[in-house]
């Protein structure tokens, strides 16, 4: 008996060395790819949650520099953070931030440059949308019509489509293209929630120009003038 079971256990040893001489190499080599996937994984992982935080950091400093309102530490910790951090969202709100302080220190360039950095790189939907309305507010401000107009074309987020109607009434108004005007603007009222404070504002420049967002369509209520 002890010998039978001598000669069984030979004959799966016999069978498990020719299976792994047979596979072993394949087996090995899929462990090593399967090892080394998830040590890429968790050290790009790693990476990202440094990079992150690193981002984060120098973020507060872009905060604390442009309240200081020194342009040339905001230009340098502006450049610093785009071009170590650019495809962050900490980047993007960085970009945001200081256009705003270059437009209210009455550097409508720098803004413009800046606003199209971020409209250009932005990974986040909702801070490009931001940024191209703000955009084409300084554009708009500096009477580029045209380009307003084309930082306004395409899709955006839901959430934005009534902003970028309101922003396109006002351009055309200034354009003097009053009837395009009005359809935009009726637009927006309609995508505001009713609760929304903005849907007033909008409501005023529809009435100003003699429309009643509450009665028919705009070119009805153009017509009663």
């Not at 120098?58 to 951090?85: C, L, N, W, Y």
């Not at 990974?123 to 949308?129: H, I, L, M, N, R």
């Not at 309305?133 to 839901?158: H, I, N, T, W, Y």
């Not at 009837?179 to 529809?206: H, I, M, N, Q």
Request: glycine content about 8%; hydrophobic content about 40%; charged content about 25%.
């Amino acid at each position: 008996m002890a010998n039978q079971l001598d000669l069984e256990e030979q004959e799966q040893l016999d069978q498990l060395k020719h299976f792994w001489k047979q596979y072993g190499n394949a087996i090995t080599w899929a462990l090593i790819a399967i090892l080394g996937a998830f040590a890429c994984w968790n050290g790009y992982q790693y990476w990202q949650r440094s990079q992150a935080a690193q981002a984060a950091a120098m973020f507060d400093e872009v905060e604390r520099v442009v309240k200081s309102g020194d342009p040339a530490r905001m230009d340098r910790v502006f450049t610093d953070i785009r071009s170590r951090f650019g495809s962050t969202t900490y980047a993007q709100q960085a970009g945001l931030l200081v256009a705003k302080q270059y437009y209210s220190a009455g550097n409508a360039q720098a803004a413009k440059s800046v606003l199209t950095w971020v409209v250009d790189n932005a990974s986040d939907p909702g801070y490009q949308a931001l940024a191209k309305l703000r955009l084409a507010a300084v554009l708009m401000d500096s009477k580029s019509f045209d380009e307003a107009l084309r930082q306004l074309a395409g899709s955006f987020p839901a959430n934005f489509e009534a902003l970028v109607a309101d922003r396109k009434g006002d351009i055309l108004i200034l354009q003097g293209k009053k009837p395009e005007a009005l359809v935009e603007y009726r637009k927006a009222y309609k995508g505001f929630d009713e609760s929304t404070e903005y849907r007033r504002l909008v409501e005023v420049k529809l009435n100003s120009l003699g429309v009643d967002p509450h009665g028919g369509d705009a070119t009805a209520a153009e017509g009663k003038k």
